[in-house]
């Protein structure tokens, strides 16, 4: 059974999301990852099975594996330790699918760090031979692995889609120490990720990660490598100049450029095989990741 849209009898709505449903509690949030999909910064009509479960889980798995390298929001993914009291349903409905987070003030800075040349990066670079205002080795192809990770930040427009900032943007944003702890903290988180999934046979291309000030720490926040908010290619068979084998959103984005989809508001079905293969995709990344399969979930009990 898929969920697209999360209602709760006793909890107050804090916000819908693209993806998520976060309710109000005080001084935590509940965040609940639904089945919806974004592309294009567009939530798309058509669900992906399991897919809810799969990100929050993956997040839950990274929060506390990356603890030592930065303090985070989470707390637990148990849905008997939320404090609120919820119908044998709601805990139905919540299972796996949800997480009990610290409440925070977001900081209004997407750090994105890229490893791989890749997505839009790609584009850029061919038209001008940079990355933002970053200059690249001029014989870098399609996929090719970057001289050194970089960081490449963004934030949001008012109507929802990302905007690419260069990092003086960002120190004139938060301020240059904040603007140097948020690239300093998110290339290290970047680089620990991208050599444990090398081992598991994946190539961490590129992620996205959130911070927020919370009881005057700075603390990771939001959802963390997972395929949603990271670009994931197999490891086999991996070959720059074309493109690669991946477990993230690319293939559904590459099924809705070929229908020449003007990236507006209402987004195009998605047919069976598509929903079908994306959801094998979620299943293999989260099985890649965690190292047993998605069938297995419930031996992880995250407290």
Same mark, same amino acid.
């Given at each position: 059974?898929?969920?697209?849209?999360?209602?709760?009898?006793?909890?107050?709505?804090?916000?819908?999301?693209?993806?998520?449903?976060?309710?109000?509690?005080?001084?935590?949030?509940?965040?609940?990852?639904?089945?919806?999909?974004?592309?294009?910064?567009?939530?798309?009509?058509?669900?992906?099975?399991?897919?809810?479960?799969?990100?929050?889980?993956?997040?839950?798995?990274?929060?506390?594996?990356?603890?030592?390298?930065?303090?985070?929001?989470?707390?637990?993914?148990?849905?008997?330790?939320?404090?609120?009291?919820?119908?044998?349903?709601?805990?139905?409905?919540?299972?796996?699918?949800?997480?009990?987070?610290?409440?925070?003030?977001?900081?209004?800075?997407?750090?994105?760090?890229?490893?791989?040349?890749?997505?839009?990066?790609?584009?850029?670079?061919?038209?001008?031979?940079?990355?933002?205002?970053?200059?690249?080795?001029?014989?870098?192809?399609?996929?090719?692995?970057?001289?050194?990770?970089?960081?490449?930040?963004?934030?949001?427009?008012?109507?929802?889609?990302?905007?690419?900032?260069?990092?003086?943007?960002?120190?004139?944003?938060?301020?240059?120490?904040?603007?140097?702890?948020?690239?300093?903290?998110?290339?290290?988180?970047?680089?620990?990720?991208?050599?444990?999934?090398?081992?598991?046979?994946?190539?961490?291309?590129?992620?996205?990660?959130?911070?927020?000030?919370?009881?005057?720490?700075?603390?990771?926040?939001?959802?963390?490598?997972?395929?949603?908010? #990271?670009?994931? *290619? &197999? !490891?086999?068979?991996?070959? +720059?100049?074309? /493109? %690669?084998?991946?477990?993230? $959103?690319?293939?559904?984005?590459?099924?809705?450029? #070929?229908?020449? *989809? &003007? !990236?507006?508001?209402?987004? +195009?079905?998605? /047919? %069976?095989?598509?929903?079908? $293969?994306?959801?094998?995709?979620?299943?293999?990344?989260?099985?890649?990741?965690?190292?047993?399969?998605?069938?297995?979930?419930?031996?992880?009990?995250?407290?």
């Amino acid at each position: 059974m898929t969920y697209t849209t999360i209602d709760l009898k006793n909890i107050k709505l804090f916000k819908r999301g693209k993806v998520r449903d976060i309710f109000d509690l005080g001084d935590k949030l509940l965040m609940v990852a639904t089945d919806r999909v974004s592309a294009f910064d567009v939530v798309l009509p058509d669900a992906i099975p399991h897919k809810g479960k799969i990100l929050n889980l993956i997040s839950a798995y990274w929060f506390k594996k990356l603890d030592n390298i930065s303090p985070n929001h989470f707390i637990t993914a148990n849905v008997n330790e939320f404090p609120v009291e919820l119908s044998s349903a709601e805990k139905t409905m919540l299972s796996q699918r949800s997480s009990l987070v610290e409440k925070g003030k977001t900081i209004e800075v997407e750090c994105v760090v890229r490893g791989y040349l890749a997505g839009s990066g790609w584009q850029t670079y061919k038209e001008t031979g940079k990355l933002l205002d970053i200059t690249l080795p001029g014989d870098l192809k399609q996929g090719s692995k970057l001289p050194e990770p970089l960081f490449t930040p963004a934030t949001k427009s008012q109507d929802g889609h990302d905007i690419n900032i260069t990092f003086a943007q960002v120190k004139n944003e938060v301020g240059t120490w904040l603007a140097q702890y948020l690239k300093e903290k998110s290339i290290k988180l970047y680089r620990i990720a991208r050599d444990y999934l090398y081992e598991k046979g994946l190539i961490l291309v590129d992620t996205k990660f959130e911070f927020a000030v919370i009881d005057d720490k700075i603390k990771l926040v939001d959802e963390l490598l997972t395929p949603d908010s #990271s670009r994931l *290619w &197999d !490891k086999t068979g991996y070959e +720059p100049g074309r /493109p %690669q084998l991946n477990f993230d $959103k690319q293939y559904i984005r590459d099924y809705l450029i #070929s229908q020449n *989809w &003007d !990236k507006a508001p209402p987004a +195009p079905r998605l /047919p %069976q095989h598509i929903i079908k $293969k994306s959801t094998e995709k979620y299943l293999e990344a989260y099985k890649k990741t965690i190292g047993v399969d998605y069938a297995d979930i419930g031996y992880w009990e995250w407290r």
